[in-house]
């Protein structure tokens, strides 16, 4: 059992190393993470021949599953241009505003009720990303593609949920992989007029980092998250990765030095952030 939770916390961390990865590569949001997902869905089909995973399945179904891809490339797009305008503490923390993107989003699409606890501790987190968001008006860009990059994520999430219960976790990931680079792929020629580059071609040290977002931060990170999945339950697991913005807070300051970029009105912010966590942990708990 110590094992898994070691498992499960390496995980995290990894998981807060996406960031630190966007901002170390110098590549555009919209080339960023065509690439991570290009990569992603290569060692992702590798691992489905691996542990011999069928891909049978009828193309409507295919499309069906990469469809809901986009939203977690969309996602990502808006994610690594937050930290691009902003940086990685102002990213990470906007991230946390899925939970409230989740609780309008999710009743409206499943036709249930709305959960008044999950609004009002949404509310809380909206409160305290309000309070960061007027710490630096230079940073109120990144914010804004910071709360959009949530709402997508809510999304992704919503939709996901119902894939699961239906087919293998990794082959859900190997069409969305692949339906986020086909899709983004068309939309990369209109995108680049807009925000044009001088390259399209990695660099070098771009493309390591590239394989190493992919091969760790996305298909090793879901490895790790479904080795512990199978001695862990899966609130546990979900509590866990809560610490995301921690970790990832903690890396910018490390790598980046990030912690003198900010002043106390984002530490007030942050704090309502994760009272708001600490809260909705102690409700699901009593549930």
């Known amino acids: ?38 990569f992603s869905a290569i060692i992702l089909l590798l691992v489905l021949k691996l542990f011999k995973v069928t891909t049978d399945i009828k193309w409507k179904e295919k499309f069906d599953i990469s469809k809901i891809g986009m939203f977690i490339t969309v996602h990502w797009v808006f994610f690594y ?9 102002v990213g990470v923390v906007c991230y946390c505003l899925t939970s409230f993107f989740t609780a309008i989003f999710a009743p409206l699409i499943n036709r249930n009720k709305f959960n008044l606890s999950e609004i009002l501790l949404s509310l809380l987190t909206l409160f305290g990303i309000a309070l960061i968001f007027h710490f630096d008006s230079s940073y109120q ?3 804004g593609l910071g709360v959009i990059s949530s709402a997508f994520a809510a999304l992704y999430t919503i939709y996901n949920e119902r894939l ?14 692949l339906g986020g680079t086909i899709g983004l792929g068309i ?38 998250f479904a080795e512990s999945l199978k001695r862990i339950p899966a609130f546990t697991v979900n509590l866990s990765f809560n610490l995301e913005p921690v970790y990832a807070i903690i890396l910018a300051f490390i790598f980046f030095n990030e912690g003198k970029e900010l002043n106390l009105s984002f530490y007030i912010g942050l704090a309502f952030v994760m009272i708001s966590v600490v809260l909705q942990t102690f409700i699901s708990t009593k549930k």
Not at 81 to 89: C, E, F, Q, T
């Open 81 to 89: 241009a937050s930290i691009k305008y902003s940086n990685i503490s």
């Open 141 to 143: 860009l990144g914010i």
């Open 1 to 38: 059992m110590k094992k898994s939770y070691l498992v499960l916390h390496f995980a995290v961390i990894l998981a807060g190393f996406t960031g630190i990865f966007g901002k170390l590569i110098s590549l555009n949001e919209g080339l960023l993470v065509w690439y991570r997902v290009f």
């Open 187 to 224: 939309l990369l020629p209109v995108y680049l007029h807009f925000f044009p580059v001088e390259t399209i071609i990695p660099s070098l040290k771009d493309t390591g980092y590239l394989i190493l977002l992919a091969s760790f931060c996305t298909v090793g990170l879901y490895v790790l």
């Open 164 to 177: 699961v219960k239906v087919y293998d976790s990794r082959l859900i990931n190997y069409y969305q992989m």
